[in-house]
T-cell receptor, first 113, second 114 residues
Framework: AQSVSQHNHHVILSEAASLELGCNYSYGGTVNLFWYVQYPGQHLQLLLKYFSGDPLVKGIKGFEAEFIKSKFSFNLRKPSVQWSDTAEYFCAVNAYNTGKLIFGQGTTLQVKP | EAQVTQNPRYLITVTGKKLTVTCSQNMNHEYMSWYRQDPGLGLRQIYYSMNVEVTDKGDVPEGYKVSRKEKRNFPLILESPSPNQTSLYFC?????????????FGQGTRLTVV
């Protein structure tokens, strides 16, 4: 069965620190990969996505993620976080041509000003 | 504007009183689903639908029902709510075919069952 694992449940950083959130998935076929962000009290919004092509994808607000197929990983990065990045981050996977998204447990990021 | 609309946003109800949370999308998406979000557990899928009149159980379907009579609507029904169904619920829709399958989420419904 498909599953998604996020390594860090709670991350605390100071402003300007670099961020990397780990995400691994288990599925042998072609996948689509996503990172969603949920700001306090809000719904999930898409940060970035990978369908095919360049494994380094850039999203909104300076976030990027790298798909490493051999490691089944899709880690999220940002060189310099801001206080406004405080949110919960979810990695998600779906098998190609299916609609179902499998989510990781989420990582709560707290950025201290 | 492309959107998924859920109603109500907040709901407090008593054990056993039937309720329905509505969900509507305007993007002509085939796939719609319901998730519940609980602390430490992330989002878990309750039910999904791949098209009109096609629904199936997700990972945590017990105590819930859905219907898909029209492509745009996908209501979530709790026939006899219990306190363990207190949670934050999200409806989502997406295409199925091809690469553009990112999900669009509604604003969420915070349900409290007392």
């Amino acid at each position: 069965a498909q599953s998604v694992s996020q390594h860090n449940h709670h991350v605390i950083l100071s402003e300007a620190a670099s961020l990397e959130l780990g995400c691994n998935y288990s599925y042998g076929g072609t996948v689509n990969l996503f990172w969603y962000v949920q700001y306090p009290g809000q719904h999930l919004q898409l940060l970035l996505k990978y369908f095919s092509g360049d494994p380094l994808v850039k999203g909104i607000k300076g976030f990027e993620a790298e798909f490493i197929k051999s490691k089944f990983s899709f880690n999220l990065r940002k060189p310099s976080v801001q206080w406004s990045d405080t949110a919960e981050y979810f990695c998600a996977v779906n098998a190609y041509n299916t609609g179902k998204l499998i989510f990781g447990q989420g990582t709560t990021l707290q950025v201290k000003p | 504007e492309a959107q998924v609309t859920q109603n109500p946003r907040y709901l407090i109800t008593v054990t056993g009183k039937k309720l329905t949370v509505t969900c509507s999308q305007n993007m002509n998406h085939e796939y719609m689903s319901w998730y519940r979000q609980d602390p430490g557990l992330g989002l878990r899928q309750i039910y999904y639908s791949m098209n009109v009149e096609v629904t199936d159980k997700g990972d945590v379907p017990e105590g819930y029902k859905v219907s898909r009579k029209e492509k745009r609507n996908f209501p979530l029904i709790l026939e006899s709510p219990s306190p363990n169904q207190t949670s934050l619920y999200f409806c989502a829709s997406s295409k199925i075919q091809g690469g553009g399958t990112e999900a669009f989420f509604g604003q969420g419904t915070r349900l409290t069952v007392v």
